[in-house]
């Protein structure tokens, strides 16, 4: 069983950054690869980034390749997304989620999520 908890969610103008943490319990967490997803009003949840276990492979959407950088601390339990050049269509509530093994950006993959943290970028 893992549980998760985000945090570092907020109110940013666009072109800022923003920093969300994952915290998870556990002692394998190694063992699991970890994604973000969003949902943004209206629309339906999307993959964002992801990382292997072990850390140095890493997977991002098109659409923040570039700007998104995702990070594991398996020390810690955590991970965590650096959202740079934020842009209004960033805008989403961001969850962090779980799965064994091999990263997968597929939500129906992964089976422990986080109550997610709200990301609001203003122009």
């Known amino acids: 069983q893992v549980q998760l908890v985000e945090s570092g969610g907020g109110l940013v103008q666009a072109g800022g950054s923003l920093r969300l943490s994952c915290a998870a319990s556990?002692?394998?967490?190694?063992?699991?690869?970890m994604g973000w997803f969003r949902q943004a009003p209206g629309k339906e949840r999307e993959f964002v980034a992801a990382v292997s276990g072990s850390g140095p492979r890493q997977y991002y959407a098109d659409s923040v390749k570039g700007r998104f950088f995702m990070s594991r601390d398996n020390a810690k339990n955590a991970v965590y997304l650096q959202m740079n050049s934020l842009k209004p269509e960033d805008t989403a509530v961001y969850y962090c989620?779980?799965?064994?093994?091999?990263?997968?950006?597929?939500?129906?993959?992964?089976?422990?999520w986080g109550q997610g943290t709200q990301v609001t970028v203003s122009s």
């Open positions: 989620a779980a799965k064994f093994r091999t990263y997968s950006t597929y939500q129906e993959d992964y089976n422990y």
């Open positions: 556990g002692r394998t967490f190694n063992n699991y690869a």
